[in-house]
């Protein structure tokens, strides 16, 4: 049976690779890498250890708001990827979940 996992990776709108988007960074990386799925979400609230609390307001709609990127796949293809782009993370906080797979792919 093959085990599932997903990557979780916690950054901001600001971080940067190398010039570009970090998030980005790491979505190209999955893609060329064949990752089973990945997707940026947008938090609308957040912080990470010390920094201040980032949140949406009325006025900006954009204020260097928290992302949390999911990548999952089969557990050593996610193994693999993480050890490739660990050091683009420079200490974001990043966990690795256990997923139960319930569909995947074409029905």
């Known amino acids: 049976m ?3 996992k997903k990557l979780k990776i916690y950054v901001s ?8 988007s970090l998030y980005k ?3 190209e990386v999955a893609h060329k890498k064949g990752m ?9 609230e957040g912080y990470a250890g010390k920094s201040p609390v980032q949140t949406v307001s009325i006025l900006a709609l954009s204020e260097n708001l928290p ?7 089969e557990e050593e293809k996610v193994r693999e990827f993480y050890a ?11 966990v690795l979940e256990p ?4 569909q995947w792919g074409e029905s």
């Open 2 to 4: 093959t085990t599932w």
């Open 13 to 20: 709108e600001e971080d940067r690779f190398e010039h570009h």
């Open 25 to 27: 960074a790491i979505i």
């Open 36 to 44: 089973a799925g990945a997707t940026v979400f947008q938090a609308i």
């Open 67 to 73: 992302l949390a990127i999911e990548i999952i796949d």
């Open 84 to 94: 490739e782009i660990k050091g683009m993370l420079q200490g974001h906080l990043t």
């Open 99 to 102: 997923v139960e797979l319930l």
